[in-house]
T-cell receptor, first 109, second 113 residues
Framework: SQQGEEDPQALSIQEGENATMNCSYK?????LQWYRQNSGRGLVHLIL?????REKHSGRLRVTLDTSKKSSSLLITASRAADTASYFC?????????FGTGTSLTVIP | SAVISQKPSRDICQRGTSLTIQCQVD?????MFWYRQQPGQSLTLIAT?????????ESGFVIDKFPISRPNLTFSTLTVSNMSPEDSSIYLC??????????FGQGTRLTVV
């Protein structure tokens, strides 16, 4: 399977705290992306990091990539209740997108 | 960006029947994909829908069970054939131009009884 694995599977934090989730994958990649899915809805793209990049920022999001370890992390700073959702990494070895197992984040107001 | 309209949004079907799901995009896109997402699980890629040729299926998925059409660059269908309760899932259409960003429809929630 080309599916990545994420941990933790579930994460519960207080509003204002930071949330970190990790993704490990198996294949070579062109890039790695993170998506968010609110309950019962389609996925929304958050951020993309290319295979030759090590870190990228977008607003309250920070993504790191370590291709030698085939791993990535997503940090959400100063979390809000509206950040409650499932988060998936997606690896893109060619033109297909393979999604990780996901982290369910709950931010408690 | 791309806006995807997926129909139906949900359906309840009898076992042994088939359901065709439609995916319409508001712009021409090179890549179209079909995913399955079982409750509380991740997305599993079923196949890549190729315009004008047969779809490319992932391991574990076959054309007889999930026939796919893609007559042009803005439209695709996925049929779930001879359904059983194990096919109950959310089916998602996705599009991308290159490998930059994938856009998703709202999904079809299928229940087989």
């Amino acid at each position: 399977s080309q599916q990545g694995e994420e941990d933790p599977q579930a994460l519960s934090i207080q509003e204002g705290e930071n949330a970190t989730m990790n993704c490990s994958y198996k294949t070579s990649i062109n890039n790695l992306q993170w998506y968010r899915q609110n309950s019962g809805r389609g996925l929304v793209h958050l951020i993309l990091i290319r295979s030759n990049e090590r870190e990228k920022h977008s607003g309250r999001l920070r993504v790191t990539l370590d291709t030698s370890k085939k791993s990535s992390s997503l940090l959400i700073t100063a979390s809000r209740a509206a950040d409650t959702a499932s988060y998936f990494c997606a690896t893109v070895p060619g033109n297909q997108f393979y999604f990780g197992t996901g982290t369910s984040l709950t931010v408690i107001p | 960006s791309a806006v995807i309209s997926q129909k139906p949004s949900r359906d309840i079907c009898q076992r042994g029947t088939s359901l065709t799901i439609q995916c319409q995009v508001d712009s021409q896109v090179t890549m179209m994909f079909w995913y399955r997402q079982q409750p509380g699980q991740s997305l599993t890629l079923i196949a890549t829908a190729n315009q004008g040729s047969e779809a490319t299926y992932e391991s574990g998925f076959v054309i007889d069970k999930f026939p796919i059409s893609r007559p042009n660059l803005t439209f695709s269908t996925l049929t779930v054939s001879n359904m059983s309760p194990e096919d109950s899932s959310i089916y998602l259409c996705s599009v991308a131009t290159g490998a930059q960003e994938a856009f998703f429809g709202q999904g079809t929630r299928l229940t087989v009884v």
